[in-house]
C-alpha cells in the first residue's frame, strides 16, 4: 500500500537504466547509479545537465522515459509523489503562503492521519533542530530568505523521508549565509541519518558537503567519487575544469621510466605517475592544478617537472594568496597560485619565468577530448 | 555671501517637500470629483426623492419625509425583491462551477494558447450587453439548437420550451456575467507558484488534498473578487429578465424599471433603489466577513 512504501521503504536509492527525453532532447541519458542509505550525495553539473529532471524523477514529478527507481526493495518508479518515501527542499522553498510556519511543517504529518498531540511534538522538535521555535505562528512572508530556507529543510526532514532531495537548495542566499547553511545542512544531515541526495551547480557547495559527487554533463555521469578523488584524479577534461580549475596541456607520450610515464609538452619532457594516466593512446592532456605550481625568475633553482619560456602575463593579489596567468611559447596561457607565506618579492608583468612542480602532482586525461570542456 | 545662498537652498527644499505632500491628494482630485458629481450627489438626491410625495399633476412631487414609501415600496415588490436575490446567487454559483475550471486551465494546462484563450474570455465584451442577451434568445428559442437537442434526446417535452422561463433568466445572467468571475479567477490562480501544489504532492497530499489544502485558499482572493463582480451586477439587472424572462421571473431592477418610466412614480423607485443598494451591501459585507477575505483581497 501506497502509504507503507512512504514509511517502511528504506534502503539504498538505486537507479536503473534511468532515461527522459523532452522531444529530441535527452536530458537524462540512460543514468544508472546507486546512492549509499544514509549517504550525502551531490548531483553536480552546469544548468542543463540532466540534474534537476534526475531529482525530479526522483520525486515522481517527471515520469521517467524508461528505466526504473527502487529505494531499496521497492520499485518507486510508477508510484505517485505523495506515495513516495521521498521528502523534497525545493529550490525557492515553495512554503505555503497562506499557512503558518506551524502547519506548513506539519502539512505532510497530517496528511497521514497522525494525532495532534504527536505533531505538535514533531513540529517543536525540528523546529529547535533548525533553531527557529520562535517562528512557529508566522507566516512565509514574514521570514528571511535563510529562514524560509530552515523552515523548507524543517518541513521536509519531520516526515523522516528515506531520501531528502534538495533542489539548489542554497542558490537564493547571499555568500556569507550559503556557508553557513552549507555546514548546518551537513550537521542535520550528521544528525538524523537520512540519505541526502543535493542538486547544485556549485562545485564548492558540492565539495563541502557532500560525501560523494556524481558530476553530471549532458545528461551522463562524467565521474563519481568522493570530493578529494574528483580534484586530485579527474578522470575527463570535463570534471577537471569544473570542479576548481586545470591547467590541461596537450602532449604526447615519448617514453617510459619505471612507474613514470614520460611526456613531451611543446619539447618540455616531463614526467608523472602511470597509475594517475587516464590515456589511451600516445596523445595525452597533462594536467596540473594552479596550486600545485612553483613559479620563480628564470634561473633561480627548479626542480622536479619544468616548463620554460613563460611570461607573466597577469598578476591579481587575493589576500591569501597571489594568482598569476604565465604566457607560454606555445601561445597559451597557465594559471599559477601562489600563497603568499614568504618574504620573496613578487614577480612582475613582464618578467621571464620558470613554472616547476612535483612529478606526483601531474594527471593525464585522454589527448583525444577538448582541454576547454567545462571549463568557468 | 555663502551664508545666504544656504539659506535660499533650504528654502527651495521646504517648497519642494511641500509639493511633495500635495501629490497624494492632486492625485486623488480626479476622482474624487467624479465621484461626488456622479455619485455622492445623485445618491443623495435619490435619498431625497424617495420620501416625496405626488404633488397634483403626474411628474411633480414635493418633499414631505414619507419613510412610509420605503414600507409601502417593499411590501408591494417582496416577491421580486427575494428573486432578485435568488437569481444572483444561482447565477453566481452556476458562474463560479463553470468558470473555476476555465481559469484553472487556462492558468496551468494551456501552454502556448493562453492568450488566445484569454482573449476568447473577453470577446464577448466586443459585442454590447443587449445584443448578446438577444442573441441567447435565439439560442435558447423555439428554433434554436439547445431546445432541439434537449427534445431530440427527450431531455424537455414537445412543448416545453425554455425562454420566457426563470432557467433562461438564470442561464442569461451566467452567461453575461461569466467573464467578470473568469477573470479574477485566472489572476488569482495564475500567480500562484505550482511548485507550491508539487510540494503539497511531494508531502503527502493527493490530487483533491492539494486542491482543498493549497490550490484553493491560494486563489480566495480570485473566488471573492469574481462572485462579488458577478453578484452585485446580477442582482441588480434588468435586461435579462425583460428579455428572457416572462412576468413570473421579473427582478427588482425591472420594477425599479416600471415605476421610473412606465408608472412615473420616482418616490418609490427611488425607495427601491435604496433598499437594494443597502440590501447588496449588507450582503458583501457578511459574505466579505465571512470568507475572512479582507487580509487576501
Redesign the interface.
Known sequence: MAQDA?TSARGDLILRNLTKTFGDFVAVDDLTLTIAKGSFFALLGPSGCGKTTTLRMI???EEPTSGSIHVGTTEITDM???QRP???V???Y?????LSIYENIA??LR??GISNDLIKEQVDKVLNLVELPQLAQRKPAQLSGGQQQRIAVA??IV?RPALLLLDEPLGALDLKLRRQMQIELKWIQTEIGITFVHVTHDQEEAMTMADTIAVMNNGKIEQLGSPDDLYDSPKTAFVANFLGQSNLIPGTISGNDGDNLIVDLYGNKIAMPKRRSSATGASILAGIRPEKFRIAPVGKGATGNVLNGGVVSDISYIGVSTQYQVEMPWGKELMVFEQNDDDSDFLKKGEPVVLSWEPMFTFGLDGSQDASAGAH | MAFLHVQKTTNKFKSLKNNRSLIPYLLLAPGLIWLSIFFIFPILQLGATSTKTPAGEIGFFEQTYRFQNYIDAFLASREQFYRSFLYATLATILALAIAYPLAYAIAFKSGRYKNILLVMVIAPFFTSFLLRTIAWKQILGEEGPVVSVLRAISIIGDTTTITATPFAVVTGLTYNFLPFMTLPLYASLERIDPRTMEAAGDLYANGLTTFRKVTLPLSMPGVVAGTLLTFIPASGDYINAAILGDPKSKMLGNVIDAYYFRIVDYPTAAALSFMLMVAILILVTLYIRRTGAEELV
Open positions: 512512504s520525486a515522481g514529478l505517485k509523489p505523495y521521498v521528502n523534497t525545493f529550490q525557492n515553495a512554503l505555503f503562503p497562506h502539512f505532510g496528511r497521514r518541513r521536509a516526515n
